[in-house]
């Protein structure tokens, strides 16, 4: 087995690349009837190895993240196109596919809207999660397939609006590109995985996905307002909530992106402006000409909005900040507990030299938010195995705690070592084998 240390060395990069500009096998028809899709399902179902997966969605145009496009590729069935449109129940092809590897790239963003027409994985790879895991500095899936294919992707078509219909041909053509390649570099990656010794905590990664259903509700959704931050009164954050209500009601009624109905500039604009104001408004603007066109469409909904947000008591107001359920922000740290601040800057130390010998992002090695959770109300001095136990316990992949626990372990310590733990090398099995000086 590869060391590790050695994984940025692994698959050297290719020097020149060929544009990969039509599908072998041609553009198909779009499947826009049950009888195509049918066909579709009886072709996949009689293919072999494993089936790559994409979705288009029309982020940006339309309201939510619904899929107006999958593509699937098999071999032995080619790549067929679907329109969950017109096809709005996918479990035919859902049954054909069964219990075959599902490949995706950047599997989260694709695996809710492909569970809401009825397709669900029992197994997959992704690409892009491989990539990190393989230590690729770019993972997208151009970088991806022009490092280990050597072929040059075209993008173009990424952020169109794919609810269009009839969808044009060169947007066809640019989406089975996307499956066109998948499967070859599922290869690619597992190759390199394995030739670091990765293939196992991959594995585990991947099993980790098929029960993704999306992120969790955020509370108070209004309050990722873009700009939100410069308001300071909670008047103004009552108004902010109150347009951004309004927003999502037009938005989800007319099927169009929030941002489309109105910006966020132009809510923070309105709320600072009339924060202060004792009586409601009778007409609304703004100085900037694109804020203002916004404004003028919406601008009876918007005064009645404002008018309600002035009409709220002051005991009923937002507060200017959600209650903290975690850890403080780290920057607090140092004010309110030195001994955890001590105890996080030593961690994210260790864990940065680890992640920078595996050729794995910190991140990944374990999420900045876990970190924080575990050493904010860290035991002092706590054996690995302790650590190893808190750790799965918030959610943490084994592989993930058999790296990291020997180093929080060391990193809670009262009088850590100076020197740093050595290079952190692989056993024979492809388990990780911490430091001995960080072993209770």
């Known amino acids: 087995m590869t060391d590790p240390s050695a994984a940025a060395e692994s698959a050297p990069e290719r020097i020149t690349t060929v544009p990969l500009v039509a599908p072998r096998d041609g553009v198909p028809d779009v499947v826009t009837d049950e009888r195509g899709l049918d066909r579709a399902a009886e072709a996949v179902a009689g293919g072999t190895g494993p089936v790559a997966i994409d979705a288009e969605r029309a982020s940006g145009h339309r309201y939510g993240q619904r899929a107006y496009l999958v593509q699937v590729r098999r071999a032995g069935a080619g790549t067929w196109l679907v329109d969950p449109v017109a096809c709005p129940d996918l479990r035919p092809l859902d049954e054909a596919i069964g219990g075959a590897e599902w490949v995706l790239h950047a599997a989260t963003q694709d695996l809710p809207c492909l569970a809401e027409v009825g397709l669900r994985p029992r197994a997959l790879f992704d690409?892009?999660?491989?990539?990190?895991?393989?230590?690729?500095?770019?993972?997208?899936?151009?970088?991806?397939?022009?490092?280990?294919?050597?072929?040059?992707?075209?993008?173009?078509?990424?952020?169109?609006?794919?609810?269009?219909?009839?969808?044009?041909?060169?947007?066809?053509?640019?989406?089975?590109?996307?499956?066109?390649?998948?499967?070859?570099?599922?290869?690619?990656?597992?190759d390199d995985l394995a030739r670091q010794g990765k293939a196992g905590?991959?594995?585990?990664?991947?099993?980790?996905?098929?029960?993704?259903?999306?992120?969790?509700?955020?509370?108070?959704?209004w309050r990722r307002t873009s700009g939100m931050h410069r308001l300071r009164s909670r008047r103004g954050l009552a108004i902010v909530r109150e347009l951004w209500l309004l927003r999502d009601r037009i938005a989800e009624a007319r099927d169009v992106s929030p941002g489309r109905v109105l910006p966020d500039a132009a809510i923070v604009e309105l709320a600072a402006a009339h924060q202060r104001s004792t009586t409601p408004p009778r007409t609304v603007s703004s100085p900037d000409p694109r804020l203002a066109r916004s404004i003028k469409r919406h601008a009876d909904a918007i005064l009645e909005g404002i008018a309600r947000?002035?009409?709220?008591?002051?005991?009923?107001?937002?507060?200017?900040?959600?209650?903290?359920?975690?850890?403080?922000?780290?920057?607090t740290w140092g004010d309110r507990d030195p001994v955890a601040a001590g105890r996080l800057a030593r961690a994210r130390e260790l864990v940065a030299s680890v992640s920078k010998e595996l050729a794995v992002p910190a991140e990944n090695l374990l999420t900045p938010d876990l970190l924080r959770r575990f050493l904010w109300e860290a035991p002092?001095?706590?054996?690995?195995?302790?650590?190893?136990?808190?750790?799965?316990?918030?959610?943490?992949?084994?592989?993930?705690?058999?790296?990291t626990a020997p180093l929080l372990a060391l990193a809670?310590?009262?009088?850590?070592?100076?020197?740093?733990?050595?290079t952190p090398t692989s056993s024979s099995s492809g388990h990780f084998r911490a430091p001995e000086t960080a072993q209770n």
Do not use: N
């Not at 393989?134 to 294919?149: Q, S």
């Not at 980790?208 to 259903?213: A, E």
């Not at 107001?317 to 903290?324: E, I, Y």
């Not at 001095?381 to 790296?403: C, D, K, M, N």
């Open 127 to 190: 690409t892009e999660l491989g990539g990190r895991l393989a230590g690729r500095p770019r993972v997208g899936l151009g970088a991806m397939v022009e490092h280990y294919l050597g072929l040059q992707l075209a993008k173009e078509h990424s952020a169109v609006d794919w609810s269009t219909r009839p969808l044009p041909h060169p947007w066809l053509l640019y989406a089975a590109l996307d499956v066109e390649v998948l499967l070859e570099l599922r290869d690619a990656v597992a």
């Open 201 to 221: 905590w991959a594995a585990e990664e991947f099993a980790s996905l098929l029960s993704f259903t999306g992120p969790p509700p955020r509370v108070d959704p």
């Open 412 to 422: 809670c310590e009262e009088h850590p070592a100076e020197a740093l733990p050595a």
């Open 309 to 331: 947000a002035l009409a709220i008591p002051e005991v009923d107001l937002p507060p200017l900040s959600l209650p903290v359920t975690g850890p403080p922000p780290p920057r």
């Open 380 to 403: 002092a001095a706590p054996s690995t195995q302790e650590v190893a136990e808190a750790l799965q316990a918030l959610g943490a992949r084994p592989w993930q705690t058999t790296i």
